[in-house]
T-cell receptor, first 114, second 114 residues
Framework: GENVEQHPSTLSVQEGDSAVIKCTYS??????FPWYKQELGKRPQLIID?????GEKKDQRIAVTLNKTAKHFSLHITETQPEDSAVYFC?????????????FGTGTKLQVIP | ETGVTQSPTHLIKTRGQQVTLRCSSQ?????VSWYQQALGQGPQFIFQ???????GRGNFPPRFSGLQFPNYSSELNVNALELDDSALYLC?????????????FGPGTRLTVL
């Protein structure tokens, strides 16, 4: 089955700096790559996603890039703010047997230091 | 439009007991996926229901079962609870079939097995 690896597991940045989280996936049939932000005690919130026919997508301070050949995708957060502090999960989704199966990475705990 | 809701918020059970968790999908969504999230880990896919039928399952034993109702709400049942079943149980709703796969999570049910 699909395997998603995520790095780093923890990341500390100064406010205003950029943060980059990287993920790799194993199944080349994966076609949808969402990123979720989960604050302590709260539900995962979809923050950005990208499909396999797109190489890059940007939404204000957040961008995601996808390299299908290398099976890598990354989340970029620019001008980080303290409220960006949370756990971020990448995921890879594949349509299998009529349903969309989502496999999550292990998470990155981002700390933005004021 | 209403979001995804789950009940109960918290639950404490003892080993060997049975538990039922409930999820109401977001308006317009016909697919519900259930995930188990252990502390410090990413969500692990349990199974997915589409139009009242299970149409995908992760690596969970048969004592994890579910239902989906005509209004697309769903239940997760766990029999013969084990200590390792202690986790946050998340449901996520989406528009299945040929839908985008974008999922929206509920707030979760925190299950503690003593």
């Amino acid at each position: 089955g699909e395997n998603v690896e995520q790095h780093p597991s923890t990341l500390s940045v100064q406010e205003g700096d950029s943060a980059v989280i990287k993920c790799t996936y194993s199944d080349s049939a994966s076609n949808y790559f969402p990123w979720y932000k989960q604050e302590l005690g709260k539900r995962p919130q979809l923050i950005i996603d990208i499909r396999s026919n797109v190489g890059e997508k940007k939404d204000q301070r957040i961008a995601v890039t996808l390299n299908k050949t290398a099976k890598h995708f990354s989340l970029h957060i620019t001008e980080t703010q303290p409220e960006d502090s949370a756990v971020y999960f990448c995921a890879a989704s594949i349509r299998s047997g009529g349903y969309q199966k989502v496999t999550f990475g292990t998470g990155t705990k981002l700390q933005v230091i004021p | 439009e209403t979001g995804v809701t789950q009940s109960p918020t918290h639950l404490i059970k003892t080993r060997g007991q049975q538990v039922t968790l409930r999820c109401s999908s977001q308006s317009g969504h016909n697919t519900v996926s259930w995930y188990q999230q252990a502390l410090g880990q990413g969500p692990q896919f349990i199974f997915q229901y589409y139009r009242e039928e299970e149409n995908g399952r992760g690596n969970f034993p048969p004592r994890f079962s579910g239902l989906q109702f005509p209004n697309y709400s769903s239940e997760l049942n766990v029999n013969a609870l084990e200590l390792d079943d202690s986790a946050l149980y998340l449901c996520a709703s989406s528009f299945g079939g040929t839908g985008s796969g974008e999922q929206f999570f509920g707030p979760g049910t925190r299950l503690t097995v003593l």
